[in-house]
């Protein structure tokens, strides 16, 4: 199973779509790896750099509708090539979501209430997560803070990250 914990990246913004995510430019080849160096490249959000702050990120924490735009599988795999295996968020475009847990990553939605307490307080570059799936738990610290945020999922998401994704569950259920 994939490690869900580190560092927070925070795009405080909503309707990140899918082309931000990573351009349509570069969905011409056959590997992901190719896609690594693209993730985020054409989101525009003031004092965000990808080429900076990307890097050594594990999670990112957003706003609502995360991954809308274009159904493509593409932008999943551009955060899994990149470490990202787990965004945080209000709310996610539907097919983007199940594409996460399709590829064994995970795309949690917190009440709006919470997202905008954990942004006011924890919003900066020393922040980390660690998940905790046996309890369904963040445990989040920076800015001299910590607080612990419950999470759900549902059983069927569950057993896609436990297996690595869809692949590998249908490999051992079928």
């Not at 525009?44 to 594990?58: A, I, K, R």
């Not at 955060?79 to 097919?95: C, D, H, P, T, W």
């Not at 307080?121 to 309890?135: A, C, E, K, Y």
Request: charged residues 20%; proline residues 4%; contains cysteine.
């Amino acid at each position: 199973m994939r490690n869900f914990s580190g560092r927070a990246l925070f795009l405080d913004r909503s309707d990140i779509n899918t082309d931000e995510i990573i351009p349509a430019k570069y969905l011409t080849g056959f590997a992901k790896e190719e896609l690594k160096p693209h993730l985020l490249e054409d989101l525009q959000m003031e004092e965000f750099n990808p080429q900076l702050d990307v890097q050594g990120s594990s999670v990112i924490i957003s706003r609502s509708n995360f991954g809308c735009g274009s159904s493509r599988e593409h932008a999943p795999w551009a955060l899994e090539v990149n470490g990202i295996y787990l965004v945080i968020a209000k709310s996610f475009a539907r097919i983007f979501r199940q594409n996460m847990f399709n590829c064994g990553m995970m795309a949690v939605e917190l009440d709006p209430r919470t997202i905008d307490h954990v942004f006011s307080v924890f919003s900066g570059p020393g922040t980390r997560i660690v998940t905790d799936l046996t309890q369904n738990i963040f445990k989040i610290a920076g800015n001299d803070q910590t607080a612990e945020i419950p999470f759900t999922i549902s059983s069927f998401d569950r057993a896609l990250v436990a297996a690595g994704g869809w692949v590998e569950y249908a490999d051992a259920k079928y």
